[in-house]
C-alpha cells in the first residue's frame, strides 16, 4: 500500500524530528496515538521508513572539507567503478544520476590537499572518463 496523505505528513513530521513522541504525532495530525503508532510501524515494514539518525550540529570549527565530485564513466563501467569507490573511505555519499554525468561522489578530508588526493585518485579508477569537483564552502540549508 503506498504511502497516503497522512503518511506524507507524519513522515515530515519525522524527517524534521524523529524523537517526536506518537501522543504529540496524533494531536498535530488529529489521530490517536495507537493510529500513528501503526502507521510508522507499517511504514517500516514496507521500507517506506528506512531507519532513523542523529544530525550533529555542524561545528564552525571543524576541520572536514568537503567537495561534490561529477564523474563520468565509460559505458558498462557503473559497477566495477562503484566497488572501487566503496573502498575509498574519503567517499561518504554516491549518487547515480541522470544528465550529462553519471555519478556524484560526496567526498571529505581534514584538507584541500586530501580532497586533491582523493579526486585523483577517482579520477585514475579504471572506467572513470572525466571528473569534475566542487569544494563545498558552506551549508545554507541542511534538513
Do not use: C, W
Amino acid at each position: 500500500m503506498p504511502p497516503d496523505a497522512i503518511d506524507r505528513e507524519l513522515i515530515d513530521l519525522l524527517t524534521t524530528n524523529a524523537r517526536l513522541p506518537a501522543a504529540e504525532l496524533g494531536r498535530r495530525l488529529k489521530l490517536s496515538r495507537t493510529t500513528i503508532q501503526s502507521r510508522i510501524e507499517r511504514l517500516e515494514r514496507n521500507g517506506t521508513i528506512l531507519g532513523y539518525t542523529v544530525r550533529a550540529a555542524t561545528d564552525p570549527s571543524d576541520p572536514m572539507v568537503r567537495a561534490h565530485v561529477l564523474i563520468t564513466l565509460a559505458p558498462k563501467k557503473t559497477a566495477s567503478v562503484e566497488i572501487m569507490l566503496r573502498k575509498i573511505p574519503q567517499v561518504r555519499e554516491l549518487h547515480a544520476v541522470s544528465g550529462n554525468v553519471d555519478l556524484i561522489a560526496v567526498i571529505s578530508g581534514t584538507a584541500n590537499s586530501e580532497l586533491d588526493r582523493v579526486i585523483d585518485q577517482i579520477g585514475e579508477l579504471d572506467g572513470v572518463v572525466r571528473t569534475n569537483s566542487m569544494i563545498l564552502l558552506s551549508t545554507r540549508i541542511s534538513r
